[in-house]
């Protein structure tokens, strides 16, 4: 695992800076604000047997009970929004309000697994032969470990920890190098909440560490999200020592236009979505594929909206302003991937530029004319870039979405909502989605197929990936 920041949505296996510690150094400015050091090894297998000793009792309470704590973490995680967002914005750079989005739909998990929780547990009933009584028990299996990301560090953390504290398992979580904040307040709010000592655990692993922890036999399984080499490098671990991993890595999601009343109004909903989190989100709609009789439109409302654009302070989101980018090195490792598709023959609209400083900021940028001699064709653009396609039919925007090595999200548009539903059955995708961008909240399954990953996360499925589908047979 190691600090260098990728243009995907990356875990602490391959994650953002060569520091030595965990840091908090702000966006905006590119200053030190904090640091925080390693843990030695011995708090390494002071976490992990407490996570261990934690699951023989916690597992033993009625999930009722377990739900209730739920329940309490998610009123003292509410009492602290705005806390959590103002150290959100600090640390990765995401404007104030959208930091207080991703609060918002973290108090939705809480709500969902602490009140909906012990129904999806309950036994299913199977017919059996012979006259006997069968069940399927949904067990827990045991101490987990979250390897979590920077670009949601609270939304990511907790859709993966809520339903299996739920369901019985204990969590240890590694946070990403740049958000060790956020994680501990997170920390703080559980232990609040009642967990009892070593059923949610916040460490902070170096990368030979986590190796150690994968290979740990009391670590039960692993969920990393991630880029692909960070998912190949864990994936790799966890199957040598036979342990279950659920892996979200990138994406680089199909945005279909087919057809629009208001051209104008379809691109300002697209370019809003693209430049949420300032790009930094594995389900943003990194290809925008138009169909020819609105392309030209659509591209310069596009190109109108991204010019003049300046950098702006996170925490004040003025008219005319955007946030900065997680890192300096993220917002470069972009700059490079729009420079390669220019100097091959792409054409730039607005943007591309790297503003001097050591800020992270990376003006919002509009491309045409990728061809797959560029870096940007094949590659997760893990930043503000807008790359939109020209094509004439449903045919060809479905081989193009599909041509990707990708599987996350997609969104098909059209004013005919059978004509978009019958395009979207066709993407290769773990989510598509007709006439919105993207549909979010707890209840909804979150993941994908092909190099984006495997397994799910949120709504029932989110609850079934690490545990015991245990039969229970009863011979009558």
């Known amino acids: 695992m190691k600090e260098i920041v990728t243009t995907v949505e990356t875990s602490t296996v391959d994650n953002r800076t060569t520091a030595p510690s965990f840091q908090v150094r702000n966006p905006a400015t590119g200053k030190l604000v904090e640091t925080f050091p390693h843990a030695t090894d011995t708090e390494i297998e002071s976490v992990v047997e407490a996570a261990q000793q934690a699951f023989l009792s916690w597992k033993t309470l009625p999930i009722e009970n377990r739900a209730r704590v739920v329940l309490r973490a998610g009123e003292i995680f509410r009492e602290k929004a705005n806390e959590l967002a103002a150290i959100v914005t600090e640390e990765m750079g995401k404007a104030l309000s959208e930091a207080k989005a991703e609060i918002a739909l973290c108090e939705g998990i809480f709500g969902y697994y602490g009140t909906n929780g012990p129904s999806l547990a309950a036994d299913t009933p199977m017919q059996a032969p012979q006259g006997g009584d069968a069940i399927v028990e949904k067990l827990p299996i045991g101490a987990l470990l979250g390897i979590m990301p920077w670009n949601f560090p609270c939304y990511q953390l907790l859709r993966f920890a809520i339903p299996n504290l739920v369901i019985g398992n204990t969590v240890v979580i590694k946070p990403a190098e740049s958000c060790p904040r956020s994680a501990l ?5 559980m232990s609040e909440a009642g967990l009892p000592a070593g059923a949610y655990s916040t460490i ?3 990368h030979s560490q986590i190796e150690g922890m994968v290979a740990d036999p009391r670590i039960q399984g692993v969920s990393l999200t991630g880029s692909e080499r960070a998912g190949a490098a864990i994936g790799e671990l966890a199957g040598r020592n036979l342990k279950k991993t659920v892996l979200e890595l990138g994406g680089s999601d199909p945005y279909i236009i087919l057809d629009t009343d208001d051209v104008r109004e379809s691109a300002r909903a697209a370019w809003t979505t693209r430049l949420s989190n ?3 989100s594995c389900n943003s709609n990194k290809r925008m594929i138009v169909m020819d009789e609105v392309f030209d439109e659509f591209v310069s409302e596009l190109t109108r909206l991204a010019k003049d654009l300046k950098p702006g302070d ?4 003025e008219d005319g302003t955007f946030s900065p980018m997680a890192s300096r090195t993220a917002a470069e490792q972009i700059a490079e991937q729009v420079r390669d598709a220019v100097e091959k023959g792409a054409t730039l609209h607005a ?3 790297l ?3 050591s800020g992270a900021y990376m003006a919002p940028t509009v491309l045409t004319g990728v061809t797959e001699r560029m870096r ?7 930043g503000p870039v807008a790359v939109v396609y020209r094509v004439s039919s449903e045919d060809e925007a479905i081989r193009l979405a599909n041509d990707s090595a990708y599987g996350l999200g997609a969104s098909v548009f059209s004013t005919d909502v059978d004509r978009a539903t019958k395009v979207a059955r066709r993407l290769e995708t773990g989510m598509t989605h007709v006439n919105t961008a993207a549909a979010y909240g707890a209840q909804l399954p979150f993941g994908g197929i092909k190099r984006s990953g495997f397994g799910r996360e949120l709504g029932p499925e989110g609850m079934d990936e690490f545990i015991n589908k245990r039969l229970l047979y009863v011979n009558r």
Not at 314 to 317: A, I, N, R, S, T
Request: net charge negative; charged share 20%; hydrophobic share 40%.
């Open 185 to 189: 307040l997170i920390q703080q709010i």
């Open 204 to 206: 902070f692993a170096s």
């Open 278 to 280: 300032m790009g930094q």
């Open 314 to 317: 996170p925490k004040l989101e």
């Open 351 to 353: 943007g591309g530029t």
């Open 355 to 357: 503003v001097e400083g």
């Open 376 to 382: 940007a064709y094949h590659e997760e653009l893990f």
